[in-house]
């Protein structure tokens, strides 16, 4: 452990002791008591050591003298470092041959309300000009797949389904069945207060097909696959392959992003279908379970209930979230940085951006539905 200790000589000179072991893992040594002593009376003029008893050191020593130099020369105080060993005051000189650039050390100073605000508004601005410029190149590659000039790999794009798809299966299936349970279960308990709890399959039925199939579906495959394409093009930028395409002449968009925006598309409608009947089948599960339905009454009743109309919005509402999902887990994929943590906060910011916008694509639906009467 790092020990000091300081006294007066003959009035004039002050003696820093140093002994013990000098190093950074024990901390830094406090330097008010030499420095109370400098200002204290009678005036000191010299400044010596002595290191008999240090028996091991490193840079921590080092600052302390440092501190101590430089103390003394504003006061006209000289420092006699013959008491330091050799090493010590060699490494002394080094640090007192150059001097410290004016200004070097800036204080902290925590921005204001009014900087933040602004910092805030240009963050938003630039974001959003990023977010722009990668629409306008993708619908200029979407433009080149339809004309059958876009450039990527088929089985790149078959394996992209398989993830989008088939994998997410178990997934959808089990929260798909619980969303239908729950809502079959709370129509239940106030509809069965009236002797009404038939209409427990017209909740369940119009719910999922209308809304919570597509939104359900999309917020799972948001935090799932879009984190996914998040991270596999971060870790790509991170070792320097997306930069390895376009040397080859490879557009990053056409070869990366396309695929995983096809193959979302293609499985998005899909797997809602797939929700859709398993949330119905799930409410049917309360309704015959709890409510004494009979299965052929709740699905009658079901089908009488649903619209084609609401497959068909549900549907288009699943095929629009697969897009949003995609272009913000690419988008936030190609905007990473080149480290390990980086990658986590591009899966972290696709996960957010892609939930965000399927809610405000649900709201923006909701309103169209309600004006065009469907």
Known sequence: MNQVSVERVEN???????????QLRGGLAPSGAFERELQALPVVRRVAFDAQNLTHWDTSVLTLLTRVSDVARQRGISVDPDGLPPGIRQLLDLAQ?????????????LPSLLERTGAGALGVVSSAKDMLAFLGNMTVTFIRLFGMKARYRASDLWLLIQQCGADALPIVTLISFLVGVILAFVGAVQLKQFGAQIYVANLVGVAMM??????????????????????QLGTMKVTQEIDAFATAGFSPLEFLVL??????ILMMPLLCLYADFVGIMGGAAIGVGMLDLSWTTYMQQTAHAVRLSDTVGGVFKSAVYGVLIALAGCLRGLQSGNSSSAVGDAATSAVVTGIVAIITACGVFAVVFYILGI
């Open 97 to 109: 041959a150059v001097p410290e650039p004016v200004g070097a050390r800036k204080e902290q100073r």
């Open 259 to 264: 695929p995983r925006v096809v193959a979302l």
């Open 12 to 22: 004039d000179i002050l003696l820093i002791r140093l002994a013990g072991r000098w």
């Open 210 to 231: 209308r809304e919570m199939g597509a939104m359900m579906t999309a917020i799972l495959m948001a935090g799932r696959t879009g984190a996914a394409f998040a991270a």
